[in-house]
């Protein structure tokens, strides 16, 4: 399937103005990244991809080990890539190797930064490059004695990275930020290449701004990508989203963080970082993680995400400092999405659900003492009138009766009685609007983060549901969960939300039936 460049040239560019507001920063970046967007872009290439990764993954890398004959010849490979993006480049990026423990070595590819002020400023991003040669039992699932390619773990991340590099070195213009691209050795030893680097920088931690480590990007299913570290700094959250540009990514975030890639060492350090990877699968340190196992097109799409999000890091005028919070707060209580809680009892009634189900409202049962039993309400009578609603759904019946304000009148037609009977209740507790509940969370700033929704209510019916983070209403965010409460009650529906639900955002429009105080 062909790839329309140019559509997601437009479509970054209207992510990256949607999102200036909420992370909070300014608008100047995105007209530079918009300019330099399409050729970085142009130059990742789906045949590159397969020739690095079939070329990294083959028997005679012999699983890649660190400080093995097949770690060597790995490096080799990478070197002799790196050398021919040189002599094409525009931008001149600066190569240097890095020797550390039993012969192993990082390999660093570093591009300065093109800005007076932020050149000093670092964006790394990394990945390892080894894997675990013939596979042993500390390390493989077996079985060993057997060269284990790592074709996803991590041939892919590595020819992501050569991608990346290629990409970023084609611009005419560095970005704003330098940026360091690191292949990292003896991950599978112990994250010992980054390790390494922390303990002994080539660049001062307090200069990193951000660190992408791109890690099994190479068994994209259903779109579902592995998002760790969201919490290291205020905004990550809907920054990735941001870049989720045709939702065709399923941004699985993770929680807490833990030190199971490159990543960590960082995030230790007190630096912002990111890792993905598209999850583990059966052939997951084991033999059979071919280059045949690989979804090219899955792999293209995750270098291009990780080349807009390294574009766009690079290039912000600020970036958000790192929450020490991240490294002790336990996951959030809203994390795991709930079913929209019960409604309340506010009518007292039962009702006939075979004939509710083609949406004719016939009550079977009257709690005694309720609003309906005062009200005058029998069990057989039909509701044609409650509220706003005369005869709609029985969803539409649902919602009014939990958002309508007292009095309510009703209009029911009793068997043996030739006109409809007029009542009037007064509802039980207090009618909602929006029936949802939501919070502050300082890993998101200018959002509302939604807790809790009651079934049947107008946000239920919209799609709202626990876990969804709001952007905006109408096109503005929130300084607090206190303002969107006071919107709320204030606004004229419709509402107009920006919801973002795993990485994915959509326009959602709740519409009151009967608005409540």
């Known amino acids: ?53 079939t070329t990294l993954a083959s028997d005679s890398l012999e699983g890649r080990e660190a400080g093995a004959r097949g770690g060597k010849a790995a490096v080799a490979y990478l070197r002799s890539v790196l050398k021919t993006t040189r002599e094409t480049s525009r931008t001149l990026p600066v190569e240097s190797t890095q020797e550390f423990g039993r012969d192993y070595q990082n390999l660093l590819v570093f591009l300065p930064g093109s800005d007076a002020t932020l050149r000093h400023e670092v964006v790394v991003v990394g990945a390892h490059y080894d894997h675990v040669g013939f596979g042993k039992a500390s390390n493989s699932r077996g079985p060993i004695g057997h060269i284990h390619n790592g074709a996803d773990d991590n041939a892919s991340g590595t020819a992501a990275l050569l991608e990346l590099i290629e990409a970023f070195a084609s611009l005419e213009t560095a970005p704003a930020r330098s940026m360091l691209f690191a292949f990292w050795d003896a991950e599978e030893a112990g994250l010992l290449g980054s390790k390494h680097w922390v303990a002994n920088p080539t660049i001062p931690i307090q200069e990193l701004r951000f660190v992408l480590n791109i890690d099994m990007l190479g068994r994209l299913r ?84 990780s080349y807009r999000l390294a574009l766009d890091a690079a290039n912000r005028p600020d970036f958000p400092r790192f929450r020490r919070e991240a490294l002790s707060e336990p996951a959030p209580s809203w994390f795991n999405p709930k079913d929209a809680a019960s409604p309340p009892v506010r009518l007292g009634v039962n009702w006939d659900l075979e004939q509710l189900r083609q949406n004719v409202v016939v009550v079977s049962q009257v709690t005694p003492g309720s609003p309906a039993a005062i009200a005058g309400l029998r069990a057989a009578d039909r509701i044609v009138r409650l509220g706003a609603w005369k005869m709609g759904t029985a969803d539409e019946l649902k919602m009014v009766i939990q958002t309508a304000r007292n009095p309510v009148p009703i209009r029911v037609e009793r068997p043996g009685i030739d006109a ?26 200018n959002c509302a983060v939604i807790t809790h929704v009651i079934a049947d209510s107008p946000a239920d019916r919209a799609g709202i ?34 919801i973002e639900r795993n990485g994915r955002v959509r326009e959602v429009i709740v519409e009151l039936i009967e608005d409540a105080p």
């Open 420 to 445: 409809p009977i007029e009542m009037s209740a007064n509802l039980l507790g207090n009618p909602v609007r929006l029936g949802a509940s939501w919070r502050d969370d300082t890993a998101l700033p």
């Open 222 to 305: 259903d779109g579902r990508v592995i998002t760790v570290g969201w919490r290291s700094a205020p905004g990550l959250r809907p920054f990735l989203a941001s870049h989720n540009i045709t939702n065709d990514l399923l941004l699985a975030y993770q929680p807490q963080v833990i030190a199971d890639s490159d990543h960590y060492p960082f995030y230790a350090a007190g630096v912002p970082a990111i890792h993905l990877d598209t999850d583990k699968h059966d052939d997951y340190h084991r033999p059979s993680d071919d280059p045949d196992k690989i979804n090219w097109d899955g792999l293209r799409r995750m270098t291009e995400y």
């Open 465 to 498: 549901a626990a876990g969804d983070v709001i952007l905006d209403m109408s096109g503005r965010s929130f300084a607090s969960s206190e303002e969107m409460r006071q919107r709320v009650l204030s606004e004229k529906q419709p509402f107009h939300f920006r």
């Open 1 to 53: 399937m062909m790839r329309s460049t140019e559509l997601h040239f437009r479509g970054l560019f209207l992510g990256m103005l949607l999102f200036q507001g909420v992370v909070g920063f300014s608008s100047d970046a995105f007209a530079s990244d918009a300019i330099i967007l399409r050729t970085g872009l142009s130059r990742i290439d789906a045949d590159d991809l397969k020739r690095h990764v």
